[in-house]
């Protein structure tokens, strides 16, 4: 059988709209740019993926627990986060069509058009330069530079007509109603950029009411929003996007080795999630690229359709962000050791994925187009602990003795598992639909079934394979509970 693999981002967003995994924002309205809504089969998986990794933080491990912060914070945590400083991205304006750009994107966009070409030579030279123009300082003037010496053209109206780099901050800001002055400025709030300050305002309020010694670890998941400059990519890249972080605090010195350790955790749970091996790996980040309060950073990637690119960081912060906060607020933020009798502000290891980038991940890593008797199938192998629907039930044909079994079944699955009862069209039809569900067993209720001597059996139908076995209705369960355990990629 000749099977084929995701070739582009394309294919994943028509099947994500014709099945309602997600859609674009205001869809009736023409949409909304890098704003996406997650349908009745995307809201499944990404909730399951969500609880997969709550339970892999804070049911795991016993110094690990949850917060929940708000998503307005008080203005000077941004202030002390560096972030209203900070918190940018260097952009670019076709003069001529008045699209904008991120500078850095548009040269890796060039580099990979000369790769492409099989201009390799010129590839790897604009890419040196790319990698040593300056991180924070200097960094418009040497993107300006670069774009100008190598005239690198705007990919859509293909003139070379730009303004200067300018840096750009991402954040979104808006204004508490009563309290406004007029002015804006010093009212403003942000819609926050990242979870983690939730986390470390909250650190003093955690170790205080929950009895956690050093090491211990905050999660939490939540909103976050960027304003990001191109947003062109689905859901890899949204304005509004949901975050899953945890930052672990450890004594300073136990930072290195920390680190490793959630660097490996963390690769280990995107396998278990059932993400191919050869489909992901780690990228470290070279130390005068790394941001200003980390101490060493590593990226874990999965190769997307465009590319291998970043679904979630590992960062070393140090104290950096509990010693801004302790000074910005004027409260003391350590942790007092009694056994030590030594009193320090705790380094901070933080694993921050993206959900929304998981949920792409998990559906590009799934997904296929086989060629089966002549026709294409496209299933999506979702690893069944994720799946949002776990079982189609079908009953063959519309006859009372097959709908009754088949509903009974249903009522019977539904007490632990998501069903779908479907009845209508070709049995053929049906199971195609669930295999682009990602549906990894399908239960249909046939005469044979229902009519020979002894109990009730079914065929259950797996989607990987399409094999069927017939199962007695007593051991549907059994069955379902063993193939999902002993499920592989
Ligand atoms: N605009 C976005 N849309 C969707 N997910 C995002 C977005 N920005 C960040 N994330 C997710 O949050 C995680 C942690 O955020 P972090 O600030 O480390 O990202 P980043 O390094 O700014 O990402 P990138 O370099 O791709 O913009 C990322 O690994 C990613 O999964």
């Known amino acids: 059988m000749s099977v084929k693999e995701l070739d582009s981002l394309d294919k994943i967003v028509s099947l994500a709209k014709a099945r309602g995994f997600i859609f674009q924002s205001s869809d009736i309205y023409g949409g909304l740019g890098a704003v996406y809504d997650y349908g009745p089969l995307g809201v499944e998986l990404k909730r399951n993926i969500r609880d997969n990794w709550w339970k892999a933080m804070t049911q795991k491990y016993e110094n690990i627990v949850g917060v929940d912060a708000a998503i307005f914070m008080h203005p000077d945590v941004w202030k002390a986060s560096g972030h209203v400083e900070g918190f940018n991205d260097p952009m670019i304006d076709d003069k001529q069509s008045k699209k904008r750009y991120r500078a850095d994107m548009l040269i890796e966009g060039e580099i990979a058009k000369l790769r492409s070409n099989e201009k390799f030579e010129e590839a790897d030279e604009l890419q040196q330069m790319l990698d040593t123009a300056g991180s924070r300082e200097g960094l418009c003037e040497d993107l300006h530079k670069i774009i100008m010496e190598n005239e690198i053209r705007a990919p859509e109206s293909g003139a070379f007509d730009w303004t200067e780099v300018r840096q750009f901050n991402l954040m979104f800001k808006t204004q508490f109603g009563a309290t406004s002055s007029g002015s804006g400025e010093e009212d403003a709030v942000y819609l926050r950029p990242e979870t983690a300050q939730g986390i470390f305002v909250n650190f003093k309020n955690v170790m205080d009411t929950s009895r956690q010694q050093i090491p211990f670890g905050i999660a939490q998941v939540g909103k976050a929003f960027r304003n990001e400059v191109v947003a062109r990519q689905f859901v890899f890249r949204m304005r509004e996007f949901e975050q899953m972080e945890m930052q672990y605090f450890v004594e300073p010195g136990t930072d290195a080795e920390q680190y490793d350790r959630w660097l490996e955790e963390r690769i280990a749970w995107h396998k278990e999630l059932g993400i191919r091996e050869s489909k992901l790996r780690t990228h470290p980040h070279p130390e005068d690229k790394l941001a200003h309060y980390a101490a060493a950073a590593a990226d874990i990637q999965y190769e997307y359709p465009i590319g291998w690119q970043e679904v979630e960081g590992i960062h070393n912060r140090t104290d950096f962000d509990l010693t801004q906060h302790a000074e910005h607020s004027g409260k003391k933020l350590e942790f007092y050791d009694q056994q030590q009798q030594k009193r320090y502000t705790p380094y901070v290891i933080e694993t921050s994925v993206g959900l929304d980038r998981t949920v792409l991940m998990v559906l590009c890593d799934a997904y296929r187009e086989e060629e089966v008797d002549g026709d294409t199938r496209t299933v999506l192998k ?92 007593s051991r549907i369960k059994e069955v379902l509970s063993e193939k999902m355990k002993s499920w592989k990629p």
């Open 382 to 473: 979702l690893n069944p602990e994720i799946a949002p629907t776990k079982v189609g039930i079908f009953p063959l044909i519309k006859k009372d003795k097959l709908q009754d079994l088949a509903h009974k079944i249903t009522a019977d699955l539904r007490e632990d598992y998501n069903v779908l009862y479907d009845e209508s069209g070709s049995i053929g039809k049906r199971y195609r639909r669930q295999d682009e569900a990602g549906t990894p067993f399908c239960i249909t209720v046939d005469f044979d079934g229902v009519e020979s001597e002894g109990e009730d059996t079914v065929t259950i139908r797996y989607r990987d394979d399409m094999t069927q076995d017939r199962v007695p209705v």
